[in-house]
C-alpha cells in the first residue's frame, strides 16, 4: 500500500496528483446552498412577523420605568459634581435608553399623551427644537390643550434632557397633539 490509500493509482509516476471527486464536491456545494436558504428564508420570515419599532408594551413600561430611574440622577451636565458613565456617558444607559423611546414614541402620528405617560413630564417646552432661541421655557403650564381652548397652528417641541440643555432629545408636536417627528439636538463640542 503506498501513501496515498489503496485508491490512489498514479498515472505518471508518484508524483502525479490523485483524481479530483467532482462529483462529491458538487453534492455538498449544492446540499450547502440548499440548507442556507432554508435557515435565511427562515430567518426573513421570522423578522418580518416580529415587527423591529413596535416592541411589547411590556418592554415600554420597563423603558420608562429605566428613563425614570435615570432622569432622578444629576449627572455632571445637570449640576452634579461627578460625571456618571451611566447618565452622563455617549453609550451611557440614559442614552441607549431614551433612544429606545424615540425609536417607538418618535414615529409621526404617536398621540402626545403616549409620550406623557411613558416619560413623565418634558424638562421644557418650546416653539423651537432649539431652547436657546427662546428667551423663556413655556413650562409650567399646559402642554397640550385642553378642550373648548383655541389651538394654536404653532408646532410645540417637548424637550427632553439628556445631558441638560447641552444635549436633549426633542419631539415635535402638531396642533392636534400628535408627533410630527422627533430628533436629537446634541451640542457636538
Do not use: C
Not at 432554508?38 to 420608562?64: C, E, F, H, K, Y
Not at 399623551?113 to 427662546?134: C, H, L, R, W, Y
Not at 410645540?156 to 441638560?164: A, E, H
Amino acid at each position: 500500500m503506498n501513501k496515498q490509500g489503496p485508491a490512489y493509482q498514479p498515472v505518471s509516476g508518484d508524483d502525479a496528483a490523485p483524481p479530483v471527486r467532482k462529483r462529491g464536491i458538487k453534492r455538498s456545494a449544492v446540499l450547502f446552498a440548499v440548507l442556507l436558504s432554508i435557515v435565511l428564508i427562515g430567518l426573513a420570515a421570522a423578522s418580518m412577523s416580529q415587527p423591529l419599532s413596535s416592541p411589547a408594551p411590556a418592554n415600554l413600561s420597563a423603558l420608562s420605568a429605566e428613563f425614570s430611574t435615570l432622569r432622578s440622577v444629576k449627572g455632571h451636565f445637570e449640576g452634579g459634581d461627578d460625571f456618571i458613565p451611566d447618565v452622563d456617558g455617549p453609550n451611557g444607559k440614559k442614552r441607549q435608553t431614551m433612544n429606545a423611546l424615540l425609536a417607538v414614541l418618535g414615529q409621526p402620528g404617536t398621540p402626545a399623551a403616549s409620550i406623557f405617560e411613558a416619560m413623565g413630564k418634558p424638562d421644557e417646552v418650546s416653539t423651537s427644537p432649539d431652547v436657546f432661541q427662546n428667551a423663556v421655557p413655556l413650562l409650567p403650564g399646559p402642554v397640550v390643550p385642553t378642550a373648548g381652548a383655541p389651538q394654536t397652528s404653532e408646532a410645540m417641541y417637548l424637550i427632553y434632557y439628556w445631558r441638560g440643555r447641552h444635549d436633549y432629545l426633542y419631539f415635535q408636536v402638531d396642533a392636534g397633539e400628535n408627533v410630527v417627528r422627533a430628533a436629537w439636538f446634541n451640542a457636538l463640542d
